[in-house]
């Protein structure tokens, strides 16, 4: 089955400081890949996905690039906001000899900005 | 974007006693949902997968007879946790796959916090 390992928090930077959170997975195959965000008091959104290797997703000023070579997806930001303190989940999903249904969380990076 | 809802958002209840929580698809149809616990400042459990008119998928080590799983319906499914125990007090998320939806992409509810006292 999947896994996935990320970054342990917490992060904590200065408003438009520069942000990477990294990832990695284990898979077999060609897992889709996800990133989630979970506010404070609330549940998880998609913040965004790639589906293919070298494929870049983003969303909201976050990116993530799909290697498959690094088996990573790191989420970056260039200049992040006080409103984007909150839980970052990376997740892969699907794959080889993996349920195409179930997605793996990570342990999830705490992020807070400081103004 | 599709929304799940959940009910109710917090509640507290007695050892012993037995809690539903509900997860509505509001504008669309889900023949699989999904029931996750997160742990304080840890990151999502998959506790079992919930299908339209069929039993529910158990992980496992999640016991299928304390965590009743009942989706009658393509919009609703229900998790009972029953004679709960304050080992249970737990924030449970459910989360929803679009019919005929893109690959992988799931939509969840804001959660409900139980506490048992």
């Known amino acids: 089955g999947n896994s996935v390992t990320q970054m342990e928090g917490p992060v904590t930077l200065s408003e438009e400081a520069f942000l990477t959170i990294n990832c990695t997975y284990t898979a077999t195959g060609y897992p889709s890949l996800f990133w989630y965000v979970q506010y404070p008091g609330e549940g998880l959104q998609l913040l965004l996905k790639?589906?293919?290797?070298?494929d870049k997703g983003s969303n909201k000023g976050f990116e993530a690039t799909y290697r498959k070579e690094t088996t990573s997806f790191h989420l970056e930001k260039g200049s992040v906001q006080v409103s984007d303190s909150a839980v970052y989940f990376c997740?892969?999903?699907?794959?080889?000899?993996?349920?195409?249904?179930?997605?793996?969380f990570g342990s999830g990076t705490r992020l807070s900005i400081q103004p | 974007g599709a929304v799940v809802s959940q009910h109710p958002s917090w509640v507290i209840c007695k050892s012993g006693t037995s809690v539903k929580i509900e997860c509505r698809s509001l504008?669309?149809?889900?023949?699989?949902m999904f029931w996750y616990r997160q742990f304080p400042k840890q990151s999502l459990m998959l506790m079992a997968t919930s299908n339209e008119g069929s039993k529910a998928t158990y992980e496992q080590g999640v016991e299928k007879d304390k965590f009743l799983i009942n989706h009658a319906s393509l919009t609703l499914s229900t998790l009972t946790v029953t004679s709960a125990h304050p080992e249970d007090s737990s924030f449970y998320i459910c989360?929803?796959?679009?019919?005929?939806?893109?690959?992988?992409?799931?939509?969840f509810g804001e959660g409900s916090r139980l506490t048992v006292l």
């Open positions: 504008d669309f149809q889900a023949t699989t």
């Open positions: 997740a892969p999903r699907g794959g080889v000899y993996s349920n195409a249904s179930k997605i793996i």
């Open positions: 790639a589906t293919k290797a070298d």
């Open positions: 989360s929803a796959r679009v019919v005929g939806g893109g690959p992988g992409e799931l939509f």
